[in-house]
C-alpha cells in the first residue's frame, strides 16, 4: 500500500517537477528570515516538575509579603566605593524605567569597591531572557575604573542565545564540508554527493523556521536548535544517500530514469517513511516525562524529521527527475565504488564469513558490546547550567567573580517553608554545617505558613550544596518543604533519570509495533529492539568513561566528572530512533530478497551485501554531524554529540553487520513468522518486494 502511494508521488512529482521545486524554493524563501531568528523567543525556563517540591514552594513564595526571589542582580565593581556609588546612580534610572522591575537596597562588599542590587521581575521565565537581554544591552559596562555585569538565571539563558548561535553556525560550517567529502567517497560522483547535501541544507532551514513559530505559540527550550539541526542535518543526508543510491542502482540495471525513480521510492523511500515514523515515535518516548523543557526538545526534533522526510519524498524526487542519468556526472574513480550495489568483492567476502561462522561472529560482538555498556553501572548526573556558557563568557565570569567576593551562595538560598515552629526551625537550620545565615521568620499573608531562607557556603549547582540540603531538610523536620535552585535541580533530576523506563517502554512497544507492520514478522521486531539496547548501553558507558571517570582527560579535555542530567534520555529516544533507520533499511533489503526466492541464508546474505555500504556511508554522515557539533557544542551538547555518534557507529558496524545478520543466520525461517490471521503476507519467491 504504501509502496504503490510512493511509486505514484514519484510519478506525479516527475511529472510536475518545475512546480514541486518552485514551492520549495518559495517556503526556503519566506522561511529564511525566520530560520535566522529561531533564537529570538526561546526560553531557559520549562525545566519545572509538576508536583515537586521546589515548584511548590516557589509557587507558596507569593504569599509571603515582601519576599520576592530576584530573577536578576546587578554585580557593579570599581576600583572605589565612590566609583561604584557614582555607577549606581547612573543604573538607577534605567532599572526604574520598567515599572515590571523592583531594585532592591544595594549590598555593598569588599570595602564599598564591589555592590550587588537584586532585583524583582514578576513575569515569566521567557520574558525575563527578553529583559535580561535588555538590561544587558544597556547596562553591561566595562570601563578603566568600574564594570558592570547583570546576574541571575535568565542572564545565563540570555547570554546562551547569543552563544548558541555561533554554536550552531561552527557546527554547521565544520558538518557540511565532512558530509560533502563523505558522500564524494561514497557514491563517486559530485552531483550524486551534493543531492542529498541541499536536502540536508533545506530541511534545517525550513525546520528552523518552524521553530521561530513554535516558539511563538508555546515555550522552547533553548537547546532546540542545536539539538534540531544537529539530527535535521544527519537525518535528512541519511534519507537522501538511501534514495540516491538506490536510484542509481535501478540505473545502472538498465531502468529507465522514469521507473528507476518509481523503484527508488517504491523500496528505499518506503523505508525512510516507515524510518522517520520510527524516529518520530521514539522521540515522543520523551513526553512520558512531565517536563516541558525535554518535551520542547522532543517537538524541535519530530518536526525536523517530519520535514526531512517530506523533502526527501518530493523534493529530491523532482531533483532527480531532473538530472536523469546526469546524476552520475562528474565522477570521482574510487576503487571501492566500482561494485555499485553488488557491494563489491570486500562485502560479499565479509558476508560469507558471518554466514559461515554466524556463531563466534555473534557472541564476539555481543560480548563486546555488553564490556563496553558495563560502566553504564556506575553512572552519576548532574546539573550545572552555568557551566553551558564558556569560562571567558560575560555572565559566567562575572558570575564566578561575584561568587569569589560574596560567597557561593549569594543568590541562591534554600527556602524553608513550615506551618508553625518557625522561630525554633530557624534556629536549627542556622546551626547546621555550611549554613552561613537565616533570615528572621516571615509569615504568610493567609497566615498559614512561615518562610526561613538560608544562605549556604556552597555553589547552588554542586554536590556539597546538595549535602547541605539533606541536613537542612533533618533540621527543619517532617513537614517542611523546601526550595531554591539546589532543590529545584534535584527535582528535575529525578524527573528525567527516574523517568528513563517510562521512555524505554514506551519506545520498545511503539518500535515493535511499526516494525511488525514493515516486515510482516514478529521476530525480526523484537530481535530489532533488543539489539538497539545495545547500542543505548554501549553508548551510555563511554558517556561514563569519557565525562564521568574521565578517560579522554589525556587529550587536554577536562572531563566534568559526571554526565549531564538531560543526556541519557535523550540518547536514548534518539539513539533507538536513529538504529532503527538502519535496521529498517537492511531489513527491508533482506526481505526483499527473501520474498524473491524464499532461502532465508542466501536473503540475509544478499540484503548485507546490498545494503552495507550504504549503512556505513550514512553512518558516518551522522558520526560527522555529531563529532561538529560535539567539537562547537556547549558541554551539556558535546555529551550528547558523543553518546550518539558512539552509537551509531557502533550500531552501523557492530551491529548491523554482525550481530543482526549472524542472529538472522541462526534463525532460519523463524525470522518471518508471523502467527494466525496476521500472517496474510505475500509468499516468498512469488514477485519482486512492494
Not at 123 to 132: H, M, N, P
Not at 134 to 140: G, H, I, K, N
Not at 151 to 168: C, D, P, R, T, Y
Not at 377 to 393: H, I, V, Y
Request: proline share 5%; net charge positive.
Amino acid at each position: 500500500m504504501v509502496a504503490t502511494l510512493l511509486a505514484r508521488l514519484a510519478d506525479a512529482v516527475s511529472r510536475r517537477r518545475g512546480a514541486v521545486v518552485a514551492v520549495w524554493i518559495a517556503l526556503l524563501a519566506g522561511g529564511a528570515w525566520f530560520a535566522l531568528h529561531q533564537t529570538d523567543h526561546l526560553s531557559g525556563g520549562g525545566w519545572e516538575v509538576h508536583g515537586s517540591e521546589s515548584l511548590q514552594v516557589s509557587q507558596l513564595l507569593d504569599r509571603f509579603p515582601g519576599v520576592t526571589p530576584p530573577a536578576f542582580t546587578l554585580l557593579v565593581t570599581g576600583s572605589s566605593s565612590e566609583a561604584v556609588r557614582r555607577r549606581l546612580a547612573e543604573v538607577a534610572p534605567v532599572v526604574h524605567a520598567d515599572p515590571a522591575l523592583g531594585a532592591g537596597a544595594p549590598v555593598y562588599l569588599d570595602a564599598g569597591r564591589a555592590a550587588l542590587v537584586p532585583v524583582a521581575y514578576p513575569k515569566g521565565t521567557s520574558a525575563a531572557i527578553d529583559e535580561a537581554t535588555r538590561l544587558r544591552r544597556e547596562l553591561v559596562q566595562t570601563g578603566p575604573r568600574v564594570q558592570t555585569r547583570v546576574l541571575g538565571e535568565a542572564a545565563i539563558w540570555s547570554n546562551f542565545q547569543q552563544v548558541a548561535k555561533h554554536q550552531l553556525a561552527r557546527g554547521e560550517e565544520l558538518g557540511f564540508p565532512l558530509i560533502l567529502v563523505i558522500l564524494v567517497a561514497a557514491f563517486g560522483t559530485v552531483v550524486a554527493a551534493v543531492a542529498p547535501v541541499a536536502l540536508g541544507f533545506a530541511s534545517v532551514l525550513l525546520s528552523g523556521a518552524a521553530i521561530y513559530w513554535l516558539s511563538r505559540a508555546m515555550e522552547l527550550s533553548v537547546y532546540v536548535t542545536n539539538m534540531a539541526s544537529m539530527i535535521g542535518i544527519g537525518v535528512a543526508v541519511d534519507y537522501s544517500l538511501f534514495i540516491v543510491n538506490r536510484y542509481r542502482g535501478e540505473l545502472a540495471e538498465g531502468a529507465e530514469p522514469d521507473e528507476a525513480l518509481r523503484r527508488a521510492l517504491a523500496t528505499s523511500g518506503r523505508a525512510v517513511v516507515f524510518s522517520g515514523a520510527t524516529v518520530a515515535i521514539s522521540l515522543a518516548g520523551l513526553f512520558a516525562i512531565d517536563v516541558n523543557g525535554i518535551r520542547s526538545l522532543a517537538v524541535g526534533a519530530i518536526v525536523v524529521v517530519c520535514i526531512s522526510v517530506l523533502a526527501a519524498t518530493t523534493l529530491l524526487p523532482a531533483l532527480l527527475s531532473r538530472l536523469g542519468r546526469n546524476v552520475d556526472r562528474l565522477r570521482v574513480p574510487l576503487p571501492w565504488t566500482a561494485g555499485g550495489e553488488a557491494g563489491g568483492t570486500f562485502w560479499t567476502g565479509w558476508a560469507s564469513r558471518v554466514m559461515r561462522r554466524p556463531w563466534p561472529f555473534l557472541l564476539v560482538a555481543t560480548a563486546a558490546m555488553l564490556v563496553l555498556a558495563s560502566p553504564l553501572l556506575s553512572m552519576t548526573t548532574f546539573n550545572r547550567g552555568l557551566n553551558e556558557l564558556p569560562a571567558s563568557s560575560e555572565v559566567r565570569a562575572a558570575t564566578e567573580r561575584a561568587m569569589a567576593i560574596a560567597g557561593p551562595g549569594f543568590a541562591a538560598p534554600v527556602h524553608v517553608v513550615v506551618r508553625h515552629g518557625a522561630p525554633a526551625v530557624a534556629r536549627r537550620v542556622a546551626a547546621v554545617p555550611g549554613v552561613v545565615s537565616v533570615t528572621k521568620p516571615v509569615r504568610s499573608s493567609d497566615g498559614k505558613y512561615w518562610l526561613v531562607d538560608a544562605r549556604i557556603a556552597a555553589q547552588a549547582e554542586s554536590t556539597p550544596a546538595r549535602r547541605i540540603v539533606d541536613r537542612i531538610r533533618a533540621a527543619a523536620g517532617p513537614g517542611a518543604l523546601l526550595g531554591g535552585s539546589t532543590v529545584f535541580d534535584e527535582n528535575v533530576e529525578r524527573a528525567l533519570v527516574g523517568g528513563l523506563w517510562k521512555i524505554l517502554v514506551f519506545i520498545l512497544g511503539a518500535s515493535f509495533l511499526v516494525l511488525m507492520v514493515l516486515l510482516r514478522s514478529l521476530v525480526l521486531p523484537l530481535k530489532a529492539v533488543l539489539v538497539n539496547l545495545l547500542s543505548v548501553g554501549a553508548a551510555y558507558g563511554v558517556l561514563v568513561a569519557v565525562f564521568q571517570w574521565g578517560w579522554a582527560d589525556w587529550t587536554g579535555y577536562r572531563s566534568p566528572g559526571y554526565v549531564d542530567t538531560v543526556v541519557p534520555a535523550l540518547v536514548l529516544a534518539v539513539t533507538f530512533g536513529l538504529s532503527m533507520d538502519y535496521e529498517v533499511f537492511l531489513l527491508t533489503r533482506i526481505r526483499e530478497r527473501w520474498l524473491e526466492h524464499g532461502d532465508n541464508e542466501r536473503a540475509v546474505s544478499e540484503g548485507l551485501v546490498r545494503s552495507a555500504r550504504t549503512i556505513t556511508s550514512a553512518a558516518a554522515v551522522m558520526v560527522a554531524v555529531f563529532a561538529a557539533f560535539s567539537v562547537a557544542g556547549s558541554p551539556a551538547l558535546k555529551e550528547l554529540g558523543v553518546g550518539l555518534g558512539t552509537a551509531i557507529l557502533l550500531d552501523a558496524t557492530v551491529v548491523r553487520l554482525v550481530v543482526v545478520p549472524a542472529a538472522m543466520r541462526l534463525l532460519g525461517e523463524w525470522n518471518w513468522w508471523l502467527p494466525g490471521a496476521l500472517s496474510a503476507r505475500r509468499s516468498p519467491g512469488r514477485a519482486r518486494a512492494a
